[in-house]
């Protein structure tokens, strides 16, 4: 028999194989395998944002000293002949000495006035070293902390000298006096910026950073030392925030070419256009540009600012080439240091990268601190010439015939590069050069729909996408363009707002300053927009008002309210979820939204999505209503009435399928706790002693009675692994059974050891693992006392409540809490252990807290404050007090399995000394180790604020966090399954193949017939006693359930693959599983008998099960005969059938209905009344012909139609059995018949529609198990004589099996379960001896 190894190796396969295998599988749909069952209910974690600059600054003065001594030349420089003369564009021998320095001075200001109009300007030409400390002083102390910049023209003094000084004049312009660098740092303070054109800048440079460093060292020393002349000083600016440019290297000479200007540095910082245009015309490429002159490009038409125009727009052009040029090449925060924080500097920066690359051209580098890598050589720069070359070529025709302007092609190309880089990529690499150009592009008004397309699309990349852009500076861009009203922006704009805000939603301040708000409010009012686009725009709503109080007003005005309430119930899901949290937001703690929602009845509207089809939207309506009820405003009769009616209708959710909904009901029923806490206070209290004083028919008196001896402790029994659930509760699973065995162990003898005290035991145990609450480290109520109090609450009347009315809201949500802290679902079952004890703390710490005080006995542990959670309250009398998780053996957290109760009329050991504390009983000195002591206790228990505040603010879903991920994951892109090429798919088509395989392979065996099956193929022990065994359908894995257990074999390696618990309270039983998905990704389903489900994914391989949902498939499963043991069929337990076509789960048991679950909703969706006094006991049904037959316990057989009302859906009834219904099975084919068998061994075959059945065969009395092979039309019964009989369909025994193979042939135990492999003939039986074996049929056969 080939299996799964073979397969991956198998040569190709037949179409036709290929073709069944496509038929069936890839249709079959999947059940709990959306996100929300695969991921962890959280928001994502934020990226750290560094786009918002810390500290945006201005150059707000310019010192511009220019020594230029007009007709004297320094001694230290030989000129060429002809030279550069040209400053400022302006040849200083073409007037007198004089005017030509004004001049200059004037024409280097206006240059600089073009990237910086609004700074003060002070010139001072051909100065003294007085004048330029007056000037710098001067400006440094209006400027105060923004920043100076200081423009140095060395061109008629000496060279820098290595000392740090550059030459400025003497008063009568006879000498070159030196001014220290030192000095100049010391007047212009920081921050700054320094300009040096002058031969040899580069020492300049270098003297400063030493001058810098020296500064820094006497300021350490003056710290250390009070006696310093420094130390009296104010402490001079550090040097560290100053930017320095210089035309050269220390030692290099400016170039002399007559034909470029002498002060060519600060042309290419002041006039870039000019200059690069000229330096393109001196290149030898220029000639291939017919007609164009230095003298034509005076000439160029138009303005720097105007981008309509030539010269405007190759200005525009050359921003976005060097912008995106700093963008690839720097270090991402020096680009925003550099290119984002200041204008001014911002484009002297950029016009550095010209200088550069002209200057490199003869040979002189330019150097700048902080020192940037070299850029001349950057590939964007052939753009740059090519952008020129077609603007120039141009100008001829232009200037002389007057022809029109032909638009550059580069934005265009460049958008092009982008969106190839877009489409064709892959996902790891890196980013694209052109998205500063994208920047840039958005400012036209030609291309920025298209520009807005493809950004939207790079945001859909995911969270880096975001952070790249919003670091590139889009974020005032697209801020800006919330004020544009053209239409077809709309869709564009809102979706890349909904990818920026799922990433940074601090941007919702932003939003509301510039009334970005009403922008969205309109789309979202808009009803021709399509719903995808209202669903973002209500999410950026949502995220504006979410905890922001501007917002929520800004909303309100805006109408918000009314405007979400209008689309409730739009047929799109996604849009009815985020309307209802962006409602739960709006009125979230702001009391005029709430009041505006009342008189909208806003809560009465969201009522109907409480029953919503999609979990996800009843879970966003159930946080609405909880943010409507928590208001913490004063409240009066109306708005209590309201909150009442509210949390009625919330009740309603308490058996909701989905753990996600109950999850976010106990929130919101937490909000109405601290509402009204005292009234709560009052019911708790009212439990607390009922509980004390009513004993409950507990089913642990009524269990098995080898329930006393510690069972499980056998040493051949490896330990149990413990259980991934999703917030890890299960980790204590080994702590947990240890703890199972010494309870056992404790209840024999009173007064046993102190060490064998499981109070010992669960504190230590429960601070490894992540039981409770962090902060909460004891809980006052026990899982026990709540699950018991739960019980207590439906047996008892109750009449004995005194002061609250039996039936008020607070007692009914006071039972819904306990109904929900005992949910099968951990994390729903923390939240309301959490929620209770809270109110349970306040109440016990309001009533008594005196009696405490008078214990003496407590100095022997730790010492213990008033309010110590640890200490309880004892009435007189012998009764123990309350259990708190240090204190009593009753302290199981909540997820261990209570231990095994004790009948509950003694107590778990007698209090010595009337009311001795339990801690100096149970925790001789060692209490410290494990409790946090009075410190913590006293914390919040004393002021009566603090605790209300743990409570709500403790409670969170992640709900909202988590949807809101789905705006910052990709939208766009095809997702794994649907890619071909994916390994999800890849994976997906093997396993189909695998199964056609197991599906033609075993139809194979089964047609030829099976005459013998007792063929042993697998024989081990099991770690608890089989309940219920299930065969994986298609790979070599069974599935075997003791009483709370579930253990995994490989059948055919023989080898355990997994052991788990299963998380049912100790007094129940698993009595069901199935697989889903068994096709595809399998998951297990258990069903205990008190009607919860449970569903695992990840057992059986190298991961750790976890549980993907749980929920209360049944309510009201009557108690009265559960805990039986499995041997008497007296409890059927709960049954179920799954219907993988369809996702229905089938389930019924000691109730009066047949329940119909729809998984894909996670609701219930039909009960189907039975009409029996008896419970049902087998469950199958045919989704074909909808129908489902169940077998009962008083022996009928009743088949019923679920396309029919319930009072006529039960076609059939079948009463020709005497006793209790073993198994009804209902073949699946078209005229597929029933097959049933009872407790007396006689099966009967029935056609639907007739009413008697057409056959009768007689098998074994006292039958306890039964299974049918779907396809070999085989039964085996098994029963309590200790053997199995297999027969096939006339009736036939073809086999006996009474001994096991091997193990001297030892006689089988009573047999406890069996069950057939839905495909190979193999036969699984589970016996009391703990043994499970599978039998096949002969080998000659497989």
Partial sequence: MKMDSDLLHSPAVGLTEEEEADMNDWKLPLAFMKKRHSEKIEGSKALAQSWRMKDRMKTVSVALVLCLNVGVDPPDVVKTSPCARLECWIDPLSMSPQKALETIGANLQKQYENWQPRARYKQSLDPTVDEVKKLCTSLRRNAKEERVLFHYNGHGVPRPTVNGEIWVFNKNYTQYIPLSIYDLQTWMGSPSIFVYDCSNAGIIVKSFKQFALQREQELEVAAINPSHPLAQMPLPPSMKNCIQLAACEASELLPMNPDLPADLFTSCLT???????????????????????????????????????????????????????????????????????????????????????????????????????????????????????????????????????????????????????????????????????????????????????????????????????????????????????????????????????????????DLVKDNGHKYFLSVLADSYMPAEHRTMAVFILAVIVNSYNTGQEACLQGNLIANCLEQLSDPHPLLRQWVAICLGRIWQNFEPARWCGVRDSAHEKLYTLLSDPIPEVRCAAVFALGTFVGNSAERTDHSTTIDHNLAMMLAQLINDGSPVVRKELVVALSHLVVQYESNFCTVALQFIEEEKNYTVPSPANTAEPGSLTPVRDSPAIPRLRSVNSYTNIRAATTARNLNKSLQNLNLNE?????????????????????????????????????????????????????????????????????????????????????????????????????????????????????????????????????????????????????????????????????????????????????????????????????????????????????????????????????????????????????????????????????????????????????????????NTCIAVADKDSICFWDWEKGERLDYFYNGNPRYTRITAMEYLNGHDCSLLLTATDDGALRIWKNFADQKNPEMVTAWQGLSDMLPTTRGQPTSSAHSAGMVVDWEQETGLLMTSGDVRVVRIW????????????????????????????????????????????????????????????????????????????????????????????????????QTVKGLTALDIHPQANLFACGSMNQFIAVYNANGDVISNIKYYDGFMGQRIGAISCLAFHPHWPHLAVGSNDYYMSIYSAEKRLR
């Avoid at 909904?498 to 601090?506: C, F, G, R, Y």
């Avoid at 994390?827 to 405490?852: C, F, G, H, W």
């Avoid at 209090?911 to 410190?935: C, I, N, V, W, Y």
């Avoid at 603010?953 to 794994?976: H, N, R």
Wanted: net charge positive.
């Fill in 271 to 509: 006039t870039p256009i000019k200059i690069a245009l000229r330096w393109f015309c001196m290149q030898k490429s220029a000639k291939l540009v017919p007609g164009v002159t230095l003298d034509l490009i005076e000439k160029i038409p138009g303005r720097l600012n105007d981008r309509r125009t030539p010269l405007g727009e190759l200005n525009w052009i050359f921003t976005a080439i060097t912008d995106t040029i700093a963008w690839n090449v720097l270090p991402r925060d020096l680009f925003q240091k550099l290119f984002r924080q200041d204008l001014l500097v911002a484009s002297l920066f950029r016009n550095f990268l010209l200088a550069e690359r002209i200057m490199r051209s003869y040979n002189c580098t330019p150097v700048s601190s902080p020192r940037l890598p070299p850029t001349y050589m950057h590939a964007m720069w052939q753009a740059w010439d090519l952008a020129v070359d077609i603007c120039l070529s141009q100008l001829p025709t232009i200037i002389e015939e007057g022809t029109a302007f032909r638009h550059s092609p580069f934005f265009a190309e460049q958008l092009t590069a982008f969106q190839v880089w877009l489409t064709m990529g892959v996902e790891n690499r890196n980013p694209p050069e052109q998205l500063p150009i994208v920047l840039q592009v958005l400012l036209s008004q030609v291309h920025r729909l298209r520009a807005l397309d493809l950004l939207g699309r790079f945001l859909d990349l995911g969270p880096w996408a975001v952070s790249l852009a919003l670091s590139v500076g889009i974020f005032p861009y697209v801020l800006k363009l919330l004020q544009s009203s053209a239409r077809e922006l709309r869709p564009l704009l809102v979706f890349i707002w909904a990818k920026i805000l799922a990433v940074d939603s601090s941007c919702q301040a």
């Fill in 750 to 1034: 009173e007064g046993g050891p102190a060490a064998f005290s499981p109070g010992n035991l669960s504190t230590s145990s429960s601070t490894s693992s992540t039981l409770g609450s962090p902060d909460n480290d004891e809980y006052i109520l026990s899982f026990e006392t709540i699950d018991k109090m739960r019980r207590v609450s439906s047996y008892s009347s109750l009449n004995s409540l005194i002061g609250v009315s039996f039936n008020s809201v607070y007692t009914q949500i006071w039972r819904v809490l306990l109904h929900l802290a005992a949910d099968p679902f951990p994390e729903v079952s923390d939240l309301a252990m959490k929620v209770l004890n809270s109110i349970a703390y306040k109440a016990t710490m309001n009533a008594r807290p005196q009696r405490i005080l008078d214990s003496g006995s407590l100095t022997q542990s730790a010492p213990a404050s008033p309010t110590s959670k640890g200490t309880h309250i004892h009435q007189a009398g012998g009764s123990p007090p309350m259990p708190s998780a240090s204190s009593s053996s009753l302290t199981n957290e909540v997820p261990k399995p209570p231990a095994r109760e004790q009948p509950a009329t003694r107590p778990p050991y007698t209090p010595t000394l009337g009311g001795q504390a339990p801690h100096s009983h149970q925790f001789p000195r060692t209490r410290k180790m494990f409790d946090k002591g009075p410190e913590q206790a006293g914390e919040d228990g004393d002021e009566p604020g603090g605790h209300r505040n743990y409570i709500s603010a403790a409670l969170q879903t992640g709900l909202c966090d988590w949807s809101a991920k789905y705006f910052a994951q990709p939208v766009m892109k095809i997702p794994e399954e649907h890619d071909l090429e994916s390994q999800v798919r890849m994976e997906r088509q093997w396993r189909f193949l695998r199964n056609t395989r197991v599906r033609r392979q075993s139809r194979g065996i089964t047609q030829r017939g099976v005459s013998r099956l007792d063929d042993q193929i697998f024989i081990n022990r099991n770690p608890g006693v089989p309940s219920v065994v299930k065969f994986h359908p298609f």
């Fill in 1158 to 1257: 729809d998984t894909d909703r996670e609701m219930k969706v039909q009960d189907i009344p039975t009409g029996a006094d008896s419970c049902v006991t087998s469950l199958s049904c045919d989704s074909q012909r909808s129908l489902i037959v169940a077998g009962l316990g008083d022996g009928s057989v009743r088949v019923f139609d679920r396309r029919m009302g319930p009072n006529e859906c039960r076609v059939m009834t079948y009463r020709e059995h005497g006793a209790w219904v073993v198994k009804a099975h209902l073949q699946k084919e078209t005229d597929g018949h029933i097959i049933s068998v009872s407790v007396n061994g006689d099966v009967r075959f029935f056609e639907p529609r007739s009413p008697d059945s057409i056959n009768v065969l």
